[in-house]
């Protein structure tokens, strides 16, 4: 009896070995791709744009987190302002001085032109007078001089009205840069995706240039794979491919085939097969 029961013991392990073997050498025998197929392994990517500040400064405010969408032209982070604020005021108030300078300028001219005319008419009833010998030489010599006086006073006066434009121009172009900073400093997505990373926290202080977020184009997605030398030559640009993920291998994704590298180069190391992927 009891060698009965040991023989069927050991025949139903020589049944499961037997079956064990088999799906084993199944699993791990890959089909042969058709002619003209080739495959290979890749990471699925996306093109990523660094939403940055870009002059230096502090974080005042960052309003999403990572994973949320974000649209075109949505403000999603804010660096402080104060200190550009601050400037701006100035540039108001040395805007006001120098178009208060021009209306200055502008009175001293017609003063002075008010007194060349006074002049050019002083000089004639003084040459009048000298043609009849009633007043000296020397006083039209004195009565000229003054014309000449008042036109080089018109002059200088016309001058520092030019003067006061400049500055009113200055002082505009001043204020049209602070105002550009101070919008700039609200940090936009040029893209509608969603947000990959959060680098920065509000009350951080970056250089010109410090990352804030990291948003990936959901519209713009790739996989870059390496294929050896005698796979290379049946692919084609613009060839249909599709690409099966780990996670949902029964989903099959379409797409196609946009660059082909003109020059051999060697696989990179994060390019791993699927059992090195799963460690």
């Known amino acids: 009896m009891k060698m009965t029961v040991k023989r069927a013991l050991i025949g139903v392990l020589l049944i499961l070995a037997v079956v064990t073997g088999g799906l084993l050498w199944q699993y791990s ?10 495959s290979g392994n890749g990471r699925i990517e996306a093109t990523e744009y660094d939403i940055a500040t870009k002059r230096a400064g502090r ?17 999603l982070a804010g660096m402080d302002t104060e200190n550009l604020e601050a400037q701006l005021r100035e540039a108001e108030a040395q805007l006001r001085e120098a178009r208060e300078g021009k209306n200055y300028a502008e009175a001293i001219v017609a003063q002075r032109e008010s007194e060349l005319v006074y002049a050019n008419a002083d000089l004639e009833r003084t040459l009048e007078l000298a043609k009849k010998g009633h007043i000296s030489r020397e006083q039209v010599d004195q009565h000229r001089t003054a014309k000449l006086t008042g036109e080089a006073a018109l002059k200088a006066a016309r001058v520092q009205v030019v003067q006061a434009e400049a500055a009113i ?29 959060r680098l920065a926290e509000p009350g951080e202080v970056l250089g010109a240039g410090g990352k804030v977020l990291t948003v990936i184009d959901l519209t713009d997605v790739y996989m870059t794979i390496f294929l050896p030398t005698s796979k290379v030559g049946r ?14 291998p029964e989903y099959t994704i379409p797409a196609k085939v946009s660059f082909i590298a003109a020059r051999a180069q060697f696989t990179p190391k994060q390019v791993e097969t699927r059992t090195e992927r799963e460690k």
């Open 169 to 197: 121009d200055a002082a505009l172009a001043r204020i049209e840069r602070l105002k550009f900073e101070i919008d700039d400093s609200a940090l936009k997505s040029p893209i509608p995706g969603r947000v990959l990373y």
């Open 235 to 248: 692919v084609r640009l613009g060839s249909d491919s599709r690409i099966k993920i780990d996670a949902v």
């Open 59 to 75: 974080v005042a405010e960052v309003l999403v987190r990572e994973g949320d969408m974000v649209e075109a032209g949505q403000t």
């Open 29 to 38: 025998q890959v089909p042969d791709l058709p002619a003209g197929i080739a």
